[in-house]
């Protein structure tokens, strides 16, 4: 792994590699979406340094990502997603964009400190800066109001997030606090 891009990385640089994770807990809503679905899962996470995006004065390294999750126990995955983490290390910004294939798009960020082991993004519906775009059947059934994402770095070789995904569900008044949390444990090698 290119040791130059790493020292650019700030708090990103630990999360460089692949990891996996079987100890998942997923609440979402259930098929009847008045009621709430427990599903525990793996999930397999890749981050990849890579070259210096320069955006005029501004200069971005990062991570590109794919994570891979399943139920326990079954064969096909129940989520994918497609991103980058960004430092920015002038501004001290941390940034998630992500894409799911199910009709969401997010940028997610937060002011952090280049030796953070922890750290907090934010994204919501309508800002300008951190926010939620959503296709036109989730904006109307299960619109995503607000994301936030807590990373825990516990070590070289471990780190766990706790994810909010606050959704205003059609005919129900309160939102629904969709939780996802894992603890994840580095590979042996880093360029697997």
Avoid at 129 to 135: K, L, R
Avoid at 166 to 185: A, M, P, R, V, Y
Wanted: proline share 5%; charged share 25%.
């Amino acid at each position: 792994m290119n040791e130059e891009l790493l020292g650019n990385l700030g708090p990103l640089a630990p999360l460089a590699g692949v990891w996996e994770g079987d100890k998942g807990n997923d609440v979402a809503p259930d098929d009847d979406p008045r009621e709430t679905e427990i599903n525990k899962y793996r999930e397999r996470l890749a981050l990849d340094p890579f070259k210096p995006e320069e955006n005029h004065t501004q200069v971005l390294y990062g991570l590109k990502y794919s994570t891979t999750v399943w139920r326990l126990n079954e064969e096909n995955p129940f989520h994918e997603e497609l991103g980058y983490w960004l430092w920015d290390q002038a501004g001290k910004q941390v940034m998630r964009c992500f894409v799911i294939p199910r009709g969401v798009t997010v940028i997610a960020g937060g002011t952090v400190e280049p030796n953070a082991r922890e750290f907090h993004l934010v994204a919501d519906v309508g800002s300008e800066t951190y926010g939620i775009c959503s296709s036109q059947f989730l904006d109307q059934e299960f619109k995503t109001v607000r994301y936030e994402l807590k990373v825990t770095l516990h070590d070289a070789t471990s780190f766990s997030y706790e994810e909010d995904t606050q959704l205003q569900i059609k005919g129900q008044s309160e939102l629904f606090h969709h939780t996802d949390k894992n603890t994840l444990k580095l590979l042996p090698s880093r360029t697997q």
